[in-house]
């Protein structure tokens, strides 16, 4: 049987969030998944002190205690948009398994964290447009997954619609490494609409071109003795990485640079 593809969901309530089942109906993701939405209120809830058979909660001053309520309510709203989330979900993709939760921590981290609890394969996020001030101070949430996630991460944009037959474009950054071959098996691996096109991109710095050349280990696959220009190897990967997408049914172009 083959395993589900554990796929967490960052979910806050906002529109760019609400379009994530129509991105992902464009992923070529598999049938079977398990979907786990996710939203974080960014609040700070104390710890409860364990009582007798029950979980007491501690004395505190009143200022306190009505931040602590409020802390609460914002979790329970979370709750409610994770759930809404969830139902979406499951009626876009009702073969899927999903199910949903709430938790009070940094919004950012709270996505890691539990990704990396679960052993999430992929995380989406949706992303927001923030500039100026306000990304210097505040931040971005899917930047800092982004960076951090220990797997892959789909950011979801608000972008122009299209029509709902429209095929997916995919670019794919070629550079020889062992990550770029991993995201050309994960395309070859999905099931995506038909006409569907895919751009193989390859960018050569000069002091690469101009200097000595030195391969690094996983290009030597690429290289072979009898090539007598150094970076002859790019065109042999790209030309190779294009068969076997369109192998799989893929309309594929290159572009080298």
Request: glycine content about 8%; some cysteine.
């Amino acid at each position: 049987m083959t395993e589900r593809m554990k796929m967490l969901i960052g979910d806050d309530g906002s529109d760019s969030a609400r379009g994530i089942p129509d991105e992902l109906a464009r992923a070529g993701l598999p049938e079977s998944v398990a979907a786990r939405v996710l939203a974080v209120a960014d609040v700070w809830l104390p710890p409860s002190v364990a009582g007798e058979g029950k979980m007491a909660v501690e004395v505190t001053p009143l200022a306190i205690e009505r931040a602590q309520g409020a802390a609460r309510a914002k979790v329970q709203e979370m709750e409610a948009i994770a759930a809404a989330g969830a139902d979406q979900l499951r009626t876009a993709f009702p073969a899927w398994e999903v199910t949903s939760e709430a938790l009070a921590d940094s919004p950012s981290w709270g996505i890691l964290k539990r990704a990396s609890e679960w052993g999430a394969n992929l995380i989406v996020v949706a992303a927001h447009g923030q500039t100026g001030f306000s990304r210097l101070t505040v931040g971005s949430v899917s930047r800092k997954v982004v960076s951090e996630a220990s797997c892959s991460v789909r950011v979801v944009r608000q972008v122009a619609a299209l029509p709902p037959d429209h095929p997916p474009r995919l670019v794919i950054g070629l550079d020889g490494s062992s990550d770029a071959d991993l995201a050309l098996r994960t395309v070859r691996q999905r099931q995506w609409p038909a006409g569907t096109e895919v751009h193989l991109v390859t960018a050569i710095d000069e002091k690469v071109v101009t200097g000595v050349f030195h391969p690094n280990p996983s290009h030597a696959r690429w290289i072979e003795a009898s090539d007598e220009q150094p970076l002859r190897w790019v065109e042999r990967m790209l030309a190779t990485s294009q068969a076997e997408l369109t192998a799989s049914g893929l309309t594929v172009s290159v572009h080298q640079e």
